[in-house]
């Protein structure tokens, strides 16, 4: 494996060939954003000359490079604090809601924690996000659902997330300063 300050690349053989698999920094949230395929170092030029073929790509091995990806320790530090950021995130939702109820400083907060785990690849967004603002699971959901009826998060079909609104950085951003203020 060989890192750098905008990703890491895992590397593996198969016969004539060196294929590179390249992931951002951050949470492992699925395969490899970009893959090469390139002739090895040695390779006999009559393996090169056939090119690339279906059983090369066939035998590359994305599971263990993910597994490889997830189990570096350098990795794994940026998960923790990662993790520890959206935790926050969401204790202060569960705060906000019991200061203030369903309002549009909790419904923003909450949508872009919500966005936070998705973006992390959280298997369950919900329980994880219940859990932290001390609600049931159906009630996070109730809330997400108005979030996005309002206007602070957009719908991704199929999958958990979304992209939040203008309407939510701005809200977001309002809050922030008042809370300055408050200091």
Known sequence: MKADESGFEITQGQGAWVIRMWWPTGPITGGPQ?????AAEGAAVRDVARGISTTVLRRLDLAAAMKLAESAPELQEGMADVTAKVEQAGEAAGLLLTNEGVSAPYLAMLAA???SMADMGAPAPVPWLARLISRRPETVKDHLKRARREGYLTTVAGKAGGELT???TSTLAAFGNSEDRRD
């Open 166 to 168: 203008e309407k939510a």
């Open 113 to 115: 924690t919500y966005k």
């Open 34 to 38: 970009r893959i090469t395929v390139e």
